[in-house]
Every structure is written in C-alpha cells, then in structure tokens.
C-alpha cells in the first residue's frame, strides 16, 4: 500500500545554524552554542556528526547566542554569558579533556562541569508507577542545585528525513550530549528544553475537568446509567473512559486464538450492542469518549477488521494467521491507523488510550516502539481534531510532546498517594508537566474512605483528575460507596475541579506559549531557600497558588491530618479556611477532612466559575467568580479561546485583565479583546480575609452602580452583576486595604469541640487561647502544658500564623 504522507507532517528544524557550531568537518568533536546556557557537544570517531532530529532535539536551528571561542596552547575555550568551556582538541572526551565552568556562585567553592563525572541532579520523570508502592527511582531533568546538568541524547531514535522514525547510526564510541548551565534559573533551563525539544501542546479545554475511567466491566446501559447518577448527584465530568472490556476479552474465540484477550478492536456486543449509538449518548452529555488499547497483540483472525487490514497488508488469510504488531513497518503503521483505528473514530472515539507495557524494543535496534505509538498517535490525532491529545506512558526525555501521561497502576496505600504530589512537581524539571495518575490508587490496598478522599482532593490540584480503579467490584470510586463525610468532601473537591476550570485553562495557555508547567517544585520560585528543597511534596499549582498536600492518615483521637509545609516570605490565606499566615517559615498544618491547605499570596487573582454545581464538558461560565488577597499589587489576564486552533499560535485568544492596586485598594476587570464567547458575563469578587471596608463603590465604563456584599467565613463576597465583555469595572475598597487578623479562638475552637481528650485539657488549652496575653506567652504556656504533639502542633497553627 501506499505510504501515507499526511502522517509525516512533523515539522523540524534539526541543522543548527553554522555560526553557532565550533569544531566538526574532519575534527572528531563539535560543540555548537544553542543558547547562553545550552551546549550540545559531540564526539564521532568517524567524525560523521548527527543533523537528524531525535526523539529529544528537534530544533537546533535557534538564534545564535552572544559568545567567543578562541584556542591556546591546543585549548579550545567558548565563552557564553553562563559558562566558560575547556577542552584539549583532539583527545576524546575525558574529566581532563573536558570541563565548564559555570558562572556564579552555586557550590562552596565553584560549580565546574567534567564530563563523565556524575551531575548533581533535582530528577525528572519515570516511565511508569506500575506497582508503585512509595518513592521510586527516577530519570534526569534539566535542572540542578550546582546551576548545570546534563542528558545523553547518545542513544535516542530519531526522525528520518521524510517523517518516520530511525536508528542512530552504528559504530562505538559516539557521544550526543546536552550541557544545561543556568544556575538556579530552574525555569530557564527548561524552556531551554522547550526551544530544543518542542513546546508542551495546548491541551482541549474539557481534557481540565473530571476525568471517569474504572477496568471493572459494565454495560453501555450500567455505563450511562451511571453517567446519569453523577448528573443527579451534580457530580461533573467531561471525560468518558473505557477501560479493555469495550472489546472482546473473555471469549473462546479469544481462547482458540491462544491468546489473552488484552489486545483487541472488535466491541463486545454483549455489553455494546450498539456502539455508535452508545457513543452519541456520552457525546449528548458533553463527554468525550476515550479506549484502551493494548496493540502488542497485532490483529486476530476473529476480529471483525481483520479482513480489511488483510487486505491493506497483503497478508494472506489462508491459515488465518494473525497480523503481528510491528510499529516500524511503515505498511502497518498506516493500516493501524487508518484502517484499524479509524472506523472506531468514525464511530464516536474521540482519542485513544494507548496502555502500552511491553518494553522497548522493536524489531530495529534502537527504535522504542512507545515513542513511535505515542509520536504518530499523536500527529495522527491532529489530522482529525483542532486540539490532538493522546493518553499514554511517559517514552523519555520530548515526550512533553504528547500529553496526556498514564502513570500506571499504583498501589491502594497511602505510601503510594505520598509519592505522587513529589512525583508529579519533580517531572517538570524535564518538562513533562500533564500527568494523569489513577486517583484513589488502581490496585490491592483496602477500602479506607479518607484515603480515598485525600487523593481525590489530590486529583482537584493535579494536572489532570481521572478516577480509576482495578478489575474488582470493591475498588470503586463513585463517591456514593463511601461514608457519608467522605461522599460528601469528594463531591465538594469534584465540583471544585470544574470550577477552577478558568484558572487551569489560563494555565494551559501559560504552559503552552510561556513555557510554565501547571506544577512545579517549590525551588523553582524559591531556589535560594533552602528550604524549598525540603518540601518535596510541597507545589506551585499556576502562577498564584501554593499547594500542601495532606499524604498521611489523620490522628484519630484529632480527627485531624498534618503535613510540614513551608511557606515563603510574604502574607498568605488559605484559600479554603480565610486563616491568613505570615511567611518565611517551616509550619505543621492540619486539617479536618473537609479541607485542603491551599494557599494564595498577597496580590493574587484566581478566577472560578461561580457555580457551585457546575454542569458536564468545558462551557465557558456565565458567572466568573475572582477571588482576590489584597495586601500587594497583582495581575492576571483570564484566558479563552473557541477550541478551534490545532496550536497556541493559530489560536483566536480571548484575553480579560484582571489588576489590582493595593495603593488605592482598586481591582479592575477588562475590557476583554478577542472574540467574544459569553456576550454578558455576571461577576462578583471575593475578597479573602479582607477586614471591613467603609465604602465600596463599583463603575461600570462611567455607571457607579449599588452592589450587594456580604461577609462569610473566607472574606468579603462583592456582587458586580452583569458586565458587557467591551466593558471595563472598577471595584473601590478605598486605600491600602488590609487582611484580617484571624480570630484564634474560632479557629481552634472546633479542633477543641472535636479532639477525643480530656475535659480539663481541653479547658487549660482553651483558657490560654482565650487570655488577653501577648502571643509569644501563649506559645511558651502551651508548651508547658502536657499534651500530645499533634495537639500542640494543631493549636500552634494558629497561635503562630501571624
């Protein structure tokens, strides 16, 4: 058959400009500049050099960057603005031959890269959690404490000229590597990366809210009648997900084929009698429909494509012999695709879950068949859909590529969710920044409802939330099979994924066009604090909050849960609760299970849809909700768009700014520019901890208008009403205005009502909160008093927090 073309369509530009490159032609080394910070170096015994692209580095044709390079004595030194390189010409690579010295101070003494030595490094990724039970092992990121780190590219597949995949060339001794020299601009570093290996992709807007997925069987009736379930309870979601049972598993067909079932393309009709008719049901509740597919298998005689794919193959079906599975045959990717695959797309599936485990090898050495599955699935995706996504394992350094990852099938245990807030922060420090793990864990464990209920509110601040369970009748993860306050603290959390839906697709832009992961380490805002690194499971979620994850069970006679967070310099709140708390410092908190420490500094915006109960899919709201922490200027300009460009820059933007000026304690909201997607928006403000205001006064273009205002437990509530999108609104508190100081007793008040202790502790406790004493005599009282360390912790919280 014909080669498709339409699937290379992959731009690159792989040959770097001339000018940036020292060394090559009949020399056995090359260095070439790519940027002040980025040095790709190589040794070829041949001295024939690689200008394909790899799977890693897909552009090196970058602007030349500012340096020098000069020989002395058979040294050859280049100069960039970042490092100060070495090497003695003509001997190959060695710690004596070749070193950089990076500028700055990052070490006690100096920070000089050898090569061959080992790299400091923060870590990157892994290619899977399966069967994770707690911390693993993970691969480099670009990112270290000693300001330069390295990756060897020396055995990456590459693309071949015409779009498909290749081995490297053959012979011993060949070095392909990358120097990352930025010091501790962790955020440099890797939109580094980005130049060199490709932008993260703009995910669809729906790929941000709730995702439903379980590898137990049902029917399509179980299934939609389980969709209307959530509907009732008001439970959202925008991504349906059928785990292997979609096709025929346990058949005897499958048996006489001698194979396990995991493989297959034809539905089972038993559980699916109508597919299409299945498919158009999850479409009319605004989802979109994802399959597993499991290819390793190839094409059985019973499959009902099985002919057809025969057919494009030439492969004879004689002896109905099966279609082995061989993604490096350019004739069987395009029969994969467009003969395997696309009747089911024809039919309704809207993309692809490639569940792939068998290794890395393929039948040509070197080619991992998971990058070319994930590369082509891809590019494949994108000819059919505006905005491509693909759901699959993490293939190594470029995946970033092809989001969304599957992270595996973790254990149900609460050492497993311990792993996952650090895991998922650590991987942007290789730029892999859209992880979508199995919330509540996918295997073995028990039922434990807070557990279950502290990975959900995991999931509401993780890139992607996608509840999963095992092939069990007990793993479920509907939040009605737990406890009533489990049920309803998971509802809550689900409700508020989709709520945050502005903020996230903000971010997604912002990750798209800035080069900013959704989640990021605490060290890449903070990289001079040395307790930044200390936070592991600590994260940056956007550009305005910071996120304490709650990973270990609570003290049961508490009823609370702790973690040991950090909080920067500057004023917080949490988000959740209205505390607000002084920065700079290490800090126990705990909380009930109802919530989540979540924390905005002094100027943040975060915009939310304003419903309480928002609906399925990715509507843009009617009803925007900001929430706002006075006490220093900030900016945010909420971002749009109609879904209908395939990438950031052929994308129509909705822009809305969104400033506020802590000098005279106004907030300001437009006008938007772009095309307008909600004529007229209703929008109300919260301003949280915010102490009484005298007078607030709101315009309208030049219309003062009266506004409705109340105070709750988190803040102020301002209601601006209707706003025309060409208009601009001012909100007036009047000048400098200031947080709230937080009222201690009704804070530990309820930890009190609550705590399983004695009577007259709880009273000794109460009496030195409640007294009239300077804060510090608080604190030295209540250390003196008897009680157990999570107590004191608890109530020191906020004894401390300002």
């Not at 030349?64 to 020989?71: D, K, Y």
């Not at 490709?198 to 029917?219: D, E, F, T």
């Not at 008001?234 to 001698?258: C, E, N, Q, T, Y």
């Not at 409640?770 to 360390?789: F, H, I, Q, Y």
Request: hydrophobic share 35%; net charge negative.
């Amino acid at each position: 058959m014909a080669h498709s073309s339409h699937r290379s369509n992959f731009p690159t530009k792989p040959v770097a400009n001339q000018e940036a490159i020292v060394g090559g032609g009949s020399e056995k080394y090359r260095f070439t500049v790519l940027t002040p910070g980025l040095l790709r170096y190589e040794w070829a015994p041949d001295s024939n050099f690689e200008d394909r692209a790899s799977v890693f580095a897909i552009n090196r044709q970058l602007p030349v960057p500012t340096f020098r390079s000069l020989t002395k004595n058979g040294i050859l030194e280049i100069i960039t603005d970042n490092f100060h390189l070495s090497y003695t010409e003509g001997e190959m690579f060695s710690p004596s031959s070749l070193s950089a010295g990076v500028k700055g101070t990052f070490s006690c003494h100096s920070s000089v890269w050898r090569y061959g030595e080992h790299c400091e490094n923060l870590g990157g990724t892994a290619r899977t959690l399966d069967e994770a039970d707690g911390k693993i092992p993970l691969g480099p990121g670009v990112v270290s404490k000693k300001g330069y780190t390295t990756i060897d590219d020396s055995a990456s597949m590459m693309f071949s000229d015409d779009g498909f995949v290749a081995a490297r060339r053959s012979g011993e001794g060949r070095i392909d590597g990358y120097l990352f020299a930025y010091g501790h601009d962790y955020a440099g570093a890797v939109k580094a990366l980005y130049l060199l290996s490709g932008n993260q992709p703009l995910l669809p807007r729906w790929a941000l809210g709730n995702w439903w997925s379980r590898y137990y069987a049902y029917s399509d009736k179980e299934y939609l009648q389980l969709m209307d379930r959530f509907e009732e309870e008001k439970i959202p979601f925008s991504v349906a997900v059928l785990d292997m049972d979609w096709h025929v598993v346990d058949d005897p067909m499958v048996r006489a084929s001698g194979k396990t079932g995991w493989t297959g393309y034809t539905w089972n009709k038993e559980l699916f009698p109508e597919p299409e008719k299945f498919l158009n049901a999850l479409h009319d509740k605004k989802l979109k429909v994802s399959l597993n597919d499991h290819p390793a298998d190839g094409v059985q005689n019973y499959e009902d494509l099985y002919p057809a794919m025969a057919e494009a193959l030439s492969h004879s079906t004689e002896h109905k012999d099966p279609i082995h599975f061989d993604i490096t045959d350019r004739n069987f990717l395009d029969a994969f695709f467009d003969v395997l695959h696309r009747p089911l797309e024809d039919q309704g599936v809207d993309f692809w879950w490639i569940d792939w485990q068998q290794g890395s090898y393929s039948r040509i050495p070197g080619i991992d068949p998971l990058w070319v599955l994930n590369h082509f699935h891809f590019v494949d995706n994108k000819l059919h859909h505006k905005r491509p996504l693909t759901f699959s394992r993490y293939a190594g350094p470029g995946s970033h590529r092809y989001p969304v990852g599957f992270s595996g099938d973790t254990i149900v245990t609460w050492d497993s969710l311990d792993f996952q807030p650090e895991f998922t922060a650590t991987s942007s420090n290789i730029g892999y920044g859209w992880w979508s793990h199995d919330i509540g864990g996918h295997m073995f464990g028990g039922k434990d409802d807070e557990l279950s209920t502290r990975w959900v509110q995991l999931g509401c601040f993780s890139p992607i939330l996608r509840l999963h369970s095992s092939n069990s009748q007990w793993t479920r993860k509907e939040p009605w099979t737990y406890g009533p306050e489990a049920e309803k603290f998971m509802t809550k959390f689900l409700r508020f994924r989709h709520r945050l839906l502005p903020y996230l697709y903000t971010m997604n832009a912002k990750s798209s066009t800035e080069g900013m992961p959704l989640v990021r380490p605490m060290y890449w805002a903070y990289p001079e604090h040395e307790q930044a690194y200390h936070v592991p499971n600590q994260y940056l979620f956007g550009s305005e909050l910071v996120v304490m994850p709650i990973t270990a069970a609570q003290d049961p006679k508490l009823r609370l849960a702790k973690t040991k967070s950090w909080l920067p310099p500057g004023r917080y709140v949490d988000i959740f609760t209205g505390a607000v708390y002084n920065g700079d410092r290490s800090l126990w908190v705990s909380r009930k299970l109802e919530d989540y420490p979540v924390f905005a500094k002094e100027g943040s915006i975060i915009p939310l849809d304003a419903a309480a109960t928002p609906e399925n899919g990715e509507s843009y709201p009617d009803n925007i909700e900001i929430l706002v922490v006075v006490g220093a200027d900030g900016k945010f300009e909420l971002v749009e768009d109609d879904g209908k460009g395939s990438s950031a820059e052929e994308v129509n933007w909705t822009r809305t700014p969104i400033t506020y000026s802590q000098a005279d304690g106004t907030l300001t909201v437009g006008p938007s520019t772009g095309p307008a997607l909600v004529k007229a928006r209703q929008w109300s403000v919260r301003f949280l901890a915010l102490s009484e205001s005298k007078e607030i006064t709101v315009r309208v273009g030049s219309e003062k208008r009266d506004v409705k205002s109340e105070h709750d437990k988190t803040g102020l509530v301002v209601q601006l009403g209707k706003i025309e999108p060409d208009a601009k609104a001012a909100i007036s508190l009047g000048p400098n205005p200031e947080l709230l100081p937080n009222h201690m007793e009704a804070h530990i008040r309820p930890i009190l009502a609550d705590a399983q202790i004695r009577f007259g502790l709880k009273e000794d406790i109460w009496q030195i909160v409640a007294a009239k004493l300077p804060n510090t005599r608080k604190v030295s009282s209540l250390l003196a008093l008897e009680m157990d360390e999570n107590l004191r912790e608890a109530v020191l919280e906020y004894v401390l927090a300002e």
